[in-house]
């Protein structure tokens, strides 16, 4: 974590709020840990108000490793002022120092990354839900949806993820908590869905068989953010309710969703691209998008593969707004 310079922002340190942003924690836990296990910062406004130094924020975040391994919260306020890392902290009394090690070592590896990554992960393995919703709604709006999504949220899930897959398939809810948050941030965030044109839609859902619909939250939710009419179906949608919605509605364009090889379905993909309506010599037809993973390594003619939301986004105001 890099750190302002000893003296705190503008000399007069930081604010509560600041550092819970910061680390991931929600204010009055950090005002909880203060009265309680005197980890709290000795400059105070004249109005009582705590200010932060780089110094105290070090010792929280210590603090904060060490509870999302499970330590309890005045056993890691003691280590944390004696200066220990996480991973060369003792167990408490009774656990071998083995245990220890291992406990420590269950934070999540982000690498280079926006510090708000920090924050968002170990609000996530404390499964602390007032701090995780202040963190998401807070980075997408400090930094628009897109950006929040490409350099914060996605680089977290996908750390999440990748523990998950290592750890013999342990922090599944944390997985399943942080997406249900995320899902629950990007409707509040995002503006009602706009109503456009006969056929200027946009139909977007996940293929039969595919349950994996956030990516498509965050698409119908900036899609929204511009103005762009949606029309959201969401998680594994049967091929026969897939065409009746295209038939029913028109839609400038249609996107599907496949996480996995498995699922991604080419006939279904290429039997929505020929759907055709409208008088007779004036018929059209959808662009079809095919989103995630699973169609990788799949050219389809006649369809577009965007590589991720910027791509798709672009592509879809071509189309929607041509």
Not at 111 to 138: N, P
Not at 156 to 177: C, D, I, M, N, P
Not at 249 to 275: D, F, I
Not at 292 to 316: C, I, K, N, Q, Y
Request: overall charge positive; glycine content about 10%; proline content about 7%.
């Amino acid at each position: 974590m890099t750190l302002p310079d000893e003296t705190g922002r503008r000399g007069g340190g930081f604010t509560t709020g600041e550092v819970a942003r910061r680390l991931g924690v929600a204010p009055t836990t950090i005002r909880s840990w203060d009265r309680r296990y005197g980890v709290g910062p000795p400059l105070r406004t004249d109005g009582k108000h705590r200010r932060w130094t780089a110094a105290d924020i070090a010792l929280l975040e210590r603090m904060c490793a060490l509870t999302t391994t499970g330590m309890p919260p005045a056993e890691a306020a003691r280590l944390a002022r004696e200066g220990l890392p996480p991973d060369a902290a003792s167990e408490p009394r009774g656990v071998r120092p083995e245990a220890a090690r291992s406990r420590a070592r269950t934070g999540l590896q982000l690498g280079a990354v926006r510090q708000e990554c920090r924050g968002l992960a170990r609000a996530a393995l404390r499964l602390d839900a007032v701090a995780l919703d202040e963190l998401l709604t807070a980075v997408v709006a400090d930094h628009g949806l897109v950006a929040a999504w490409n350099e914060v949220i996605m680089p977290t899930l996908q750390a999440v993820g990748r523990k998950w897959e290592s750890s013999g398939e342990k922090y599944v809810e944390v997985e399943h908590f942080l997406s249900w948050h995320i899902t629950g941030v990007l409707r509040r965030c995002a503006p009602p869905a706009a109503a456009g044109r006969s056929g200027a839609t946009t139909v977007l859902a996940c293929v039969p068989g595919e349950n994996h619909s956030l990516p498509l939250d965050v698409l119908a939710a900036a899609l929204a953010e511009r103005g762009l009419p949606v029309t959201m179906f969401g998680a594994a949608l049967p091929a026969e309710a897939l065409v009746e919605a295209v038939r029913r509605t028109g839609p400038a364009a249609v996107c599907l969703w496949a996480q996995s090889r498995t699922t991604a379905s080419r006939p279904l993909a290429q039997h929505v691209a020929a759907m055709e309506w409208g008088v007779r010599g004036a018929r059209r037809a959808p662009v079809v998008l095919t989103l995630g993973p699973g169609w990788a390594g799949r050219a389809l003619p006649g369809l577009l593969r965007p590589s991720g939301l910027t791509e798709a986004l672009a592509a879809l105001e071509t189309v929607v707004r041509g």
